[in-house]
């Protein structure tokens, strides 16, 4: 059992720690303020005759509540044949942070931002990411825009790519703008009071519900992994929330989707090099057979995303308390994302839990390496320039990138836990409704409803237990420990 009593707890100290552990370096190297001051000397990078002036379009912005790092900006048109055109402008970072400079060999070699609930450790430094290379409101910016069109069957075409100067004209956020689209809140202010913004983001919103039912027929997973935050006061966590999905954040999913899918598609016709993103067919799809048949459902033998998808969403709709928890088994056993090298008229691995074949990185150079380098290439190829990276350069790239990545998950999960720990520590004693997630020869797990937090029951086999414990049992418990160092919080039936 451990100490649920310790002194305060510093979790911003814990959390530059893990990231030293896992190989990151929170601190930026020396250099940075005289490349920043060189910087923020150029007003703004000088514009070639290519480049489109966009700044006209109602462009808006949808993000979390709390993002300064705003990557992208959206618009939509109706046109004449029913199709809905979409463009999406993405910061041009690459305009501001030259290729073997102090602050991109930094980038390169975090190659993400890490984002560890109480301090978010960015690639590019804040003035850059949250201010300068940011798609701030009212605030001119040189961007990449993807440009597409979408039919009523929520198929993608016409896709291509240019320069452009653009101007977000509303910073919106996730939750106020689902609640909008669902009809389960007021319209936001600014949407209130502009119904050309409102009329816009509609499109947007009828464009991107085509997307989502397009991407399902093929075969797209729909998995539900439950994602939280903590509640700070005073740089102090008090509570842990869930970040729920809506109309908003499948909004620009599907737009995401849909721009990374154009760029690797412009790379495939030019013949050119990149770095892809993919998610193989699993390896262990005979344990998802084997899990799916242990809840009445049977899979073909051979991996079958849409077969797949069609047992996730019977499953939701039967079960929607232990989703979560399937949609996590499932995430698990098809394996983490990673980057590749994709040769010239080389086929790509595909994004089996997107149901899409061309996949690249590319809408948030802000806080993504990857990104940064397809901005790279897609520029160099469209200003007909030399290609900026060799194919041994990319290799290298996406190697540590996908090594990065995972290690951010890993601080991330970290974090999470003793997050949650020194949030329940003032609740020691008190009783949680709760799902068993794991039994294992390490012990009994459970996942408490509300908050949504992981523990041990560390009485799960002694006198007055409920025998026979398995996954997916419904247990009432009480709160018996923490140990915020560790990350460990412990429960008794």
């Known amino acids: 059992m451990h100490n649920g009593h310790a002194t305060h707890f510093n979790l911003v100290a814990a959390a530059r720690a893990t990231m030293s552990e896992h190989g990151f370096q929170p601190d930026f190297p020396d250099g940075t303020d005289a490349q920043l001051s060189a910087i923020r000397a150029q007003s703004v990078p000088a514009i070639a005759a290519e480049v489109k002036d966009l700044r006209s379009l109602l462009w808006s912005s949808i993000d ?5 790092d705003l990557d992208q900006i959206e618009w939509a048109e109706q046109l004449s044949d029913g199709r809905i055109r979409i463009l999406v402008g993405v910061s041009d970072v690459d305009a501001r942070v030259a290729a073997g400079t102090v602050i991109d060999g930094h980038a390169s070699s975090e190659t993400t931002s890490v984002y560890t609930g109480v301090k978010v450790f960015p690639m590019l430094p804040e003035e850059l990411s949250e201010g300068i290379t940011s798609l701030n409101e009212n605030q001119d910016r040189v961007a990449m825009v993807i440009d597409f069109a979408v039919d009523a069957a929520g198929t993608v075409s016409d896709g291509k790519a240019y320069r452009a100067l653009v101007r977000n004209q509303a910073q919106l956020a996730y939750n106020s703008v689902g609640a909008w689209l669902e009809g389960r809140g007021p319209a936001p202010a600014k949407v209130a009071a502009n119904a050309d913004l409102a009329a816009q983001l509609k499109l947007q919103d009828a464009a991107a519900q085509r997307m989502v039912g397009g991407r399902f027929q093929h075969g797209a997973l729909d998995l539900e992994t439950v994602e939280t935050r903590p509640v700070m006061l005073a740089e102090e966590a008090v509570d842990i ?4 999905k809506n109309r908003a954040t499948s909004l620009i999913e599907e737009f995401m989707v849909a721009a990374n899918g154009v760029v690797a598609k412009t790379f495939d016709a030019a013949g050119v090099a990149s770095i892809r993103r993919v998610v193989r067919i699993p390896k262990r799809w005979d344990r998802i057979v084997e899990v799916a048949a ?4 049977q899979l073909p033998a051979a991996p079958d995303s849409k077969a797949l998808n069609e047992f996730l969403l019977a499953q939701k709709q039967k079960d929607p308390d232990h989703f979560p928890d399937l949609s996590l088994a499932v995430v698990k056993l098809m394996g983490p994302g990673e980057y590749v090298l994709v040769k010239p008229n080389e086929a790509a691995p595909g994004h089996f839990g997107l149901a899409v074949q061309d996949y690249t990185h590319s809408t948030a150079p802000n806080r ?19 290609h900026p990276y060799s194919e041994g350069d990319l290799n290298a790239i996406a190697q540590r990138c996908t090594l990065m990545e995972d290690a951010a998950r890993k ?15 003032p609740r020691i004693g008190q009783i949680f409704r709760a799902i068993v997630t794991g039994v294992n020869n390490y012990g009994t797990f459970v996942r408490t409803l509300d908050p949504h937090v992981e523990g041990m029951l560390v009485n799960a086999g002694k006198p007055g237990a409920k025998k026979g414990l398995d996954v997916g049992d419904r247990v009432t418990v009480k709160l018996v420990a923490t140990d915020p160092e560790r990350g460990f919080i412990d429960f008794a039936i």
């Open 241 to 244: 929330v869930r970040l729920e």
């Open 294 to 297: 242990g809840l009445g459902t």
């Open 411 to 425: 601080v991330e999960r970290e974090m999470q836990k003793r997050i949650a720990a020194v949030v329940l520590r």
């Open 64 to 68: 979390n509540d709390t993002s300064r």
């Open 368 to 386: 993504r390496f990857p990104d940064v380098v397809t901005q790279r290439l897609l520029k160099a190829w469209l200003g007909r320039a030399a």
